[in-house]
């Protein structure tokens, strides 16, 4: 009898520690509308951010170091600021050249540290003096266009060259259109 009685002791305390023994986990489950406004809202931010990285590569990898003499600090120039033109002996912006100038401010606008310097340019005919004062009058010209589509002045500064660095050395109406210029650069401190 104490075996049988110890045998059935020891299978209600199995019994006991079987249905005792491991509890059920306990699983919480957020709200799948939550969850998932979660993951877009982090899926979004974080496509925006690797969209702008390409971008800003692009912009990184169009710089190029230039040394010129008489300027303090870096220049860089960059391919994704584009030139305007004039026409002979003017200063004023035309209308293509204003939207050239548009692409150049979305740039400066997606970088607000950049700061460029606006250089103007003639070509060789006239008196020194003559070109470089038409030189600066172009560089302010585009300088102000930029101003008034929203670029702060202090991303923005002028420099004239007057026909002392032609971009093309020929002695043709040709090279003249292209001399006729304002030039962006980026300077870097």
Not at 128 to 146: C, D, F, H, P, Q
Request: include cysteine; hydrophobic fraction near 35%.
């Amino acid at each position: 009898m104490v075996r049988k009685s110890l045998s059935i002791m020891i299978l209600m305390l199995c019994l006991g520690l079987i249905l005792s023994g491991c509890p059920k986990k306990t699983v919480v489950k957020e709200e799948p509308s939550i969850k998932k406004a979660e993951e877009v809202g982090k899926t979004e931010k974080a496509a925006k951010e690797e969209a702008a990285k390409p971008k800003e590569k692009e912009f990184e990898k169009s710089l190029e170091v230039k040394k010129y003499p008489g300027i303090e600090g870096e220049v860089f120039e960059s391919k994704l600021l584009k030139d305007v033109h004039f026409d002979f002996d003017k200063y004023n912006i035309r209308p293509g050249d204003a939207e050239i100038l548009k692409g150049n401010a979305d740039l400066l606008k997606k970088y607000p540290n950049v700061k460029i310097q606006i250089e103007g340019h003639c070509d060789e005919r006239g008196t020194v003096e003559y070109n470089l004062a038409l030189g600066e009058r172009r560089a302010n010209s585009a300088k102000n266009y930029l101003i008034s589509i929203g670029i702060p002045t202090s991303q923005l500064s002028t420099i004239t060259y007057g026909k002392e660095r032609p971009l093309d050395p020929g002695h043709n109406e040709e090279a003249w259109t292209k001399n006729r210029r304002a030039h962006s650069v980026i300077i870097s401190k």
